[in-house]
């Protein structure tokens, strides 16, 4: 499967846009799927995953009632809304699919490591 993410921009701090991940040449819908972003100098971080049910889902502390993670199956698509952006907030953002199919919830110790297909990202910027 083919990951791109996309609906990146440059927006004043407060404010907000929303990213979409579509899948192609194959399906997500079976997959857990999660959001990670990596600033410059700093190392990929996770940001938001959903499982496969759209049912669960888990946020980074940092970003935790500022944005929100969504799936459209029917879509390949997954979501993720942000609000409240903060400079803080500027990085690439990617988007991935879980190595496991129909993983059974989210563990907390969820991580990069446990996603194997990445889409190439988009660039996220905040200004202050």
């Known amino acids: 499967v083919q990951l791109q993410a996309f609906g990146g921009g440059s927006v004043q701090s407060g404010g907000f846009l929303r990213l979409s991940c579509a899948a192609s040449g194959g399906t997500s819908t079976s997959y857990t799927m999660g959001w990670f972003r990596q600033a410059p100098g700093k190392e990929r971080e996770f940001v938001a995953a959903?499982?496969?049910?759209?049912?669960?889902?888990r946020y980074a502390d940092s970003v935790k009632d500022r944005f929100t993670i969504s799936r459209a199956n029917a879509k390949n698509t997954v979501y993720l809304q942000m609000n409240s952006l903060k400079p803080e907030d500027t990085a690439v953002y990617s988007c991935?699919?879980?190595?496991?199919?129909?993983?059974?919830?989210?563990?907390?110790?969820?991580?990069?490591?446990?996603?194997?297909?990445w889409g190439r990202g988009t660039q996220v910027t905040v200004s202050s």
């Open positions: 991935a699919e879980d190595r496991m199919l129909v993983r059974a919830g989210l563990p907390s110790d969820l991580n990069s490591t446990d996603f194997g297909s």
């Open positions: 959903i499982a496969w049910t759209g049912i669960t889902t």
